[in-house]
């Protein structure tokens, strides 16, 4: 059972343009929500998170929205670099456990 | 580097033999995760200890698998009698109380 679905394997995007990640969950029950970003051979770093009660958290470059009603979230990278191109994971936490998606590698083009 | 240690960065060994990984935390972080990764997909929650306290632990995992966090300072996670199946990179992350998951590098197990 995937609570935490991330339905677009890859993306890529010109750099200097905007990208955006998608991300949707299954338990309302979630209350905060997380974005990591994984290079090969490391372990995941966090990006940004969100609390289940807001709707939008700025940091930098990077943009979480979140729609509750949808049970939704999104990633926006805006400017796009060259170091964006990883893979990206959404998580979300329920009683201390976090819960990962398969991910969506993200590629820059130059 | 976020300051949690895992060791070995591999391990190869055949399949029917035991392992044992460590992990190092984040000396002032009061909350450890396991986690196992596969090819293409996200990391996947094993388990995790408030402090020494195993506090819950993934109905998925077999009782091949066990970990431990003696006095609440490093942990570590044992597989006896490896099947090919347990080849993955297993994470180790640990935080203080807020929501962000500090990882470490990971062990890439590989059973022959």
């Known amino acids: 059972d995937q609570q935490v679905k991330q339905n677009s394997p890859s993306l890529s995007v010109q750099e200097g343009r905007i990208s955006i990640l998608n991300c949707d969950y299954t338990?309302?029950?979630?209350?905060?929500f997380l974005w990591y970003k994984k290079y090969p051979a490391e372990g995941p770093t966090f990006l940004i998170s969100i609390s289940s009660i807001k709707d939008k958290n700025e940091d930098g470059r990077f943009t979480v929205f979140l729609n509750k009603s949808a049970k939704h979230l999104s990633l926006h990278i805006v400017p796009s670099q060259p170091g964006d191109s990883a893979v990206y994971f959404c998580a979300a936490r329920i009683d201390g456990k976090i819960i990962f998606g398969k991910g969506t590698r993200l590629h820059i083009l130059p | 580097d976020t300051g949690v240690s895992q060791n070995p960065r591999h391990k190869i060994t055949k399949r029917g033999q035991n392992v044992t990984f460590r992990c190092d935390p984040i000396?002032?972080?009061?909350?450890l995760y396991w986690y196992r990764q596969t090819l293409g997909q996200g990391p996947e929650f094993l388990t995790y200890f408030q402090n020494e306290a195993q506090l819950e632990k993934s109905r998925l995992l077999s009782d091949r698998f066990s970990a431990e966090r003696p006095k609440g300072s490093f942990s570590t996670l044992e597989i006896q009698r490896t099947e090919q199946g347990d080849s993955a990179m297993y994470l180790c992350a640990t935080t203080g109380g807020l929501e962000k998951l500090f990882f470490g590098s990971g062990t890439q197990l590989s059973v022959l």
């Open positions: 000396s002032e972080h009061n909350r």
């Open positions: 338990n309302s029950m979630f209350d905060y």
